[in-house]
């Protein structure tokens, strides 16, 4: 099981979070897809597996505690929830709070909301079905509809450092499982590291400069208009520029190769056109110097 979310639903999410003054949480939104699995053993068995992958693509912060159950026993309000998600076009994956300086562990009322919250998600798509499938009792949409699965569980926190300076975010995605927690992996499809790591690791040096000092002044002015262009370039696809900056290395070398041969090759003719006019030289002195003597 895998749950995925792109970067920035990641960041829009931490941001509201950041500006909120206290404790609040809210419902995730997104699509799940299966993929089903033979395991053929040894000895001729089979198993079926089934993996789902849970792709969040938005999200709603709904209010502070109780914004869509009853505080005090827990009941969910279903009416706030189809209000809920009638603003949004995918299904309802789970739910979230969000609690600064907290453990990511998840307490005994939220774990009975968590069931609550899956009980009252199943009525609900029973209802829809039985609305749209007049002729089919429950049981057959049950066994027809594969699509009511466990929901997540994501908690977030915040922390100060001592000395307030740094702000730091964690959080916990969980489901709940025959009464066990369960922990899972969140995917960021589209974020690297960091968007600066890349660029700072991005140090397009020419590696002929030594070899041709020639060109030396192209290769810094080529290392320069890169180091500009990088800053334009979204970090996925620094890779790809430093594949083309590796390319044009390679081009340099082979004109400072050409360029040098053909400089060898000039100063070559030039030592020996200035020989030959030395020797010009000399011919048309000894010329001068008989005319001179057959005169006299």
């Not at 007049?134 to 994501?154: C, P, Q």
């Not at 620094?238 to 053909?262: D, G, P, R, T, Y």
Request: hydrophobic share 35%.
């Amino acid at each position: 099981m895998e749950i995925s979310t792109a970067g920035i639903t990641l960041s829009g999410l931490l941001h509201e979070m950041s500006i909120f003054p206290g404790e609040i949480e809210g419902l995730l939104f997104g699509n799940i897809t299966s993929r089903k699995t033979n395991n053929m053993s040894d000895f001729g068995n089979s198993s079926l597996q089934i993996e789902y992958t849970y792709y969040i693509t938005d999200f709603d912060f709904i209010g502070t505690t109780g914004s869509f159950y009853d505080p005090k026993t827990g009941i969910i309000n279903k009416n706030k929830l189809k209000e809920v998600q009638s603003n949004h076009a995918h299904q309802m994956l789970g739910w979230f709070r969000f609690r600064r300086n907290t453990m990511l562990k998840p307490s005994l009322r939220e774990m009975s909301i968590h069931k609550r919250l899956e009980t009252a998600r199943e009525e609900m798509f029973l209802e829809t079905q039985l609305n749209n499938n007049n002729n089919n009792n429950e049981d057959e949409i049950k066994n027809k509809n594969n699509r009511i699965t466990n929901l997540i569980f994501a908690l977030f926190t915040q922390n100060f450092n001592d000395k307030h300076s740094i702000l730091t975010f964690d959080y916990k995605f969980i489901q709940i499982i025959n009464n066990n927690i369960i922990s899972r992996s969140l995917s960021i499809r589209n974020l690297v590291s960091s968007s600066h790591i890349e660029y700072n690791n991005f140090y397009p040096m020419a590696e002929s400069t030594n070899e041709h000092p020639l060109l030396l002044s192209s290769c810094q002015t080529l290392k320069s208009s890169f180091h500009k262009l990088a800053e334009t370039v979204p970090p996925p696809h620094i890779k790809e520029l430093e594949s083309f900056h590796n390319q044009s290395v390679v081009k340099l070398k082979e004109m400072a190769v050409e360029i040098e041969s053909s400089t060898t090759e000039i100063k070559k003719l030039q030592s020996e056109i200035e020989s030959l006019t030395m020797q010009l030289h000399e011919i048309k002195k000894k010329k001068k110097y008989k005319s001179q003597v057959i005169h006299v």
